[in-house]
């Protein structure tokens, strides 16, 4: 849809016209991706498929992007946006992100894939997940594991202790 601004008394005679343009659409319901995760710091093509019923579109270039870029990118949570690509109607195309993470300071993350066909309004109703995966140890989580059970078993000894004062 072509855009054109004109001021009230302009009615007729639009204040500027241009070859920019305008689309209204629904964002296309995400069904699948593959792969679904990848070593941290790696760039890896990643294929995100949409419903037949939604569909993706070649998107409209946008102003901000470089020559032959368009406005489609991919959300990967925390560890920020690549560029997409059109393939068809129900597949684009993902390009994880370049990011600055310690690959040990990660085991595994997963965040919430998202797509723009406009480069700016992610659709944060997906349900696709990408798993990040570090080369941290799991083992980071039993420092709060085992405090976990030492507290439980506190307040048991507690419990026990009450009950037989009564």
């Known amino acids: 849809m072509p855009i054109g601004v004109a001021f009230q008394e302009d009615e007729f005679h639009p204040f500027t016209e241009s070859l920019h343009r305008f689309r ?8 699948a991706v593959d792969p679904d995760e990848c070593e941290v710091g ?4 990643v294929y995100v498929y949409a419903d ?6 070649e998107p409209i270039p946008t102003s ?13 949570g925390r560890f920020g ?4 690509l059109f393939i068809n109607k129900t597949t684009i195309k993902c390009l ?23 480069g700016q309004d992610f659709d944060e109703d997906s349900d696709l997940d990408f798993t990040f995966i570090g080369t941290g140890s799991s083992l980071v989580l039993w420092p709060w594991i085992i405090s976990t059970l030492l507290l439980a078993l506190l307040i048991l000894a507690l419990i026990v202790c009450c009950s037989a004062l009564l």
């Open 81 to 84: 946006n690549g560029q997409g």
């Open 96 to 118: 994880t992100p370049t990011n600055n993470e310690d690959p040990d300071s990660i085991w595994r993350e997963t965040v919430k894939l998202t797509v723009a066909l406009n």
């Open 52 to 57: 037949d019923d939604s569909e993706f579109w």
């Open 42 to 45: 790696r760039i890896v093509e």
């Open 64 to 76: 901000r992007s470089m020559v032959g870029q368009y406005g489609l990118e991919c959300g990967f």
């Open 24 to 31: 209204f659409y629904q964002p296309p319901h995400l069904i």
